[in-house]
């Protein structure tokens, strides 16, 4: 029994010993570690840069280098720090140097105590990897362009839209290099498909912007379509055959002198539809361009905004010139 006690009391003391051991070392290894860290290096980091002092009447044309290899000279607590998190420094272009047409270029080197002064206390820039950058420098313009949807929609059985789809808002400013702009004619949204419609529709929708290009500000990023959706009911009405740019001294007569209209429209506007919500004609100059012509083909001039389609029978009338 005295062997086993005395056996424990070694074991303790050992592991106690190893303990403290331990400590020791870890102590001594960070005490190391820290005094290592104060002592000064030279080491390559990754800058990030921010472009200033453009003119307000011109811009980058294209996205420049942002990001450049220098060789700093710091603790290094320091030189840890830029590797962990890549520090921005501000370049200043007033004295860019120009090329031709847009093209311009700047020398690290004559910025070499502008950026210095940027870094920690007691950091030396060394060096640039990269002395030199090219970039684009040209004039800002702005200007509005319409948008124009990309719309995939059918409906359910009996319904239909009963007016327009509405685009809010249906243009937009855009302001960016001239290269770019002047090439911008409209801006498409993304493609946006429903199905199976029977309510209105009002809902978002981004638009399609090139990613690649990121020196072009848009006033708006998405745009609102509404459109109402209704039942659909099917008219039909007669009117008379009228004929336009008929000369003076000769008299037309038509075969049928009527024809129908079958149009389709939602169920609360039927009743606002009638024979002045239709401007349809038959042109003379029609056979005056090509007297072979023996049937004359309507032209819808005007129709009410309600009308969603519009059938015309017979689609084309015979006709018979008399001199008068």
Excluded: C
């Amino acid at each position: 029994m005295k062997k086993k006690v005395a056996s424990s009391l070694v074991f303790l003391k050992n592991d106690r010993s190893v303990r403290v051991f331990s400590i020791f070392l870890i102590l001594t290894t960070i005490i190391w570690f820290l005094i290592e860290l104060s002592k000064n290096y030279s080491s390559t980091v990754e800058l990030k840069i921010d472009y200033k002092n453009l003119s307000n009447t011109q811009i980058l044309q294209e996205a420049p280098l942002n990001r450049v290899d220098v060789v700093l000279k710091s603790s290094g607590f320091n030189l840890m720090g830029y590797q962990l998190f890549s520090k921005k420094v501000a370049l200043d272009l007033t004295d860019a140097m120009h090329i031709r047409g847009d093209k311009h270029f700047v020398l690290l080197s004559n910025h070499q105590l502008e950026i210095e002064n940027q870094l920690a206390a007691g950091t030396e820039l060394l060096r640039f990897n990269t002395d030199t950058i090219f970039f684009e420098l040209g004039a800002t313009i702005s200007k509005k362009v319409p948008i124009e949807i990309q719309l995939d929609a059918s409906y359910k059985l009996g319904y239909n839209l009963v007016s327009d789809v509405h685009i809010q808002p249906d243009s937009i400013l855009i302001i960016g290099p001239q290269k770019y702009i002047d090439t911008i004619r409209k801006i498409m949204t993304k493609r946006l498909v429903i199905t199976d419609i029977f309510e209105n529709i009002n809902t978002a929708v981004a638009l399609q912007i090139n990613p690649e290009i990121t020196t072009i500000s848009y006033a708006a990023t998405k745009v609102n379509i509404s459109g109402v959706v209704e039942k659909i009911t099917e008219g039909k009405l007669t009117i008379p055959v009228e004929i336009i740019n008929v000369p003076f001294q000769v008299h037309i007569t038509t075969f049928p002198k009527n024809i129908d209209i079958v149009f389709q429209v939602g169920l609360s506007n039927f009743n606002k539809i009638n024979e002045k919500s239709f401007d349809i004609v038959f042109d003379y100059n029609e056979y005056l361009m090509d007297s072979s012509v023996v049937y004359l083909n309507p032209v819808v001039r005007a129709k009410s905004k309600w009308v969603r389609s519009v059938e015309i029978k017979p689609r084309k009338v015979e006709f018979l010139i008399q001199k008068k």
